[in-house]
């Protein structure tokens, strides 16, 4: 199941004597998939403490399951390897493909491949990673989601 998140907010001008309001953007969707149990977990207990709530699964046919029933994510959060026959970004540009405002943010443990060159909605996070960065790097992907230039390149 998609949850819908709001991952960040600001205070609007205030006049003298009203309550603050908060203006929020658009809610991020989030689906992330991994195949370690363990980093899974953690990664699903950090987005929890942070305040995200996403949709958590341990493989890509899973998770094409959740996008063809539910439509799809925002950000697909995978792993540089994401499965035993299914590498991350394979599965990630499957969906990138089908979804053409979806984002994918890949968390690498090891350097990214140059034979591998990322495409314009694709970005990598190495880990270890902090709270901070993690939280920053989804608030620059909404950011440009809410802005999707690379959706009209290409299109028909």
């Known amino acids: 199941m998609l949850r819908i998140i709001d991952i960040s907010g600001e205070r609007s001008d205030v ?20 195949n370690n149990d363990r980093r899974l977990a953690a990664l699903e207990c950090l987005l ?37 026959q299914l590498c991350g970004p394979v599965f990630a540009r499957e969906c990138l493909a089908r ?23 694709e970005r990598v996070l190495a880990a270890p990673f902090t709270a901070a960065g993690l939280t920053s790097t ?4 909404a950011a440009r989601a809410a ?7 290409n299109s028909a």
């Open 138 to 141: 989804i608030a620059a992907i």
């Open 15 to 34: 006049r003298p004597g009203a309550a603050p309001t908060l203006q929020r953007p658009r809610a991020v969707r989030l689906l992330v998939v991994h």
């Open 147 to 153: 802005n999707p230039v690379w959706a009209t390149v």
């Open 99 to 121: 979804h053409r405002l979806m984002q994918a943010l890949y968390i690498s443990w090891m350097p990214w491949p140059a034979t591998s060159p990322l495409g314009p909605r």
């Open 48 to 84: 929890r403490d942070l305040g995200y709530d996403a949709a958590v699964l341990a493989t890509a046919e899973e998770a094409r399951s959740v996008l063809d029933s539910e439509g799809p994510a925002d950000i697909l959060i995978t792993a540089r390897h994401a499965g035993s």
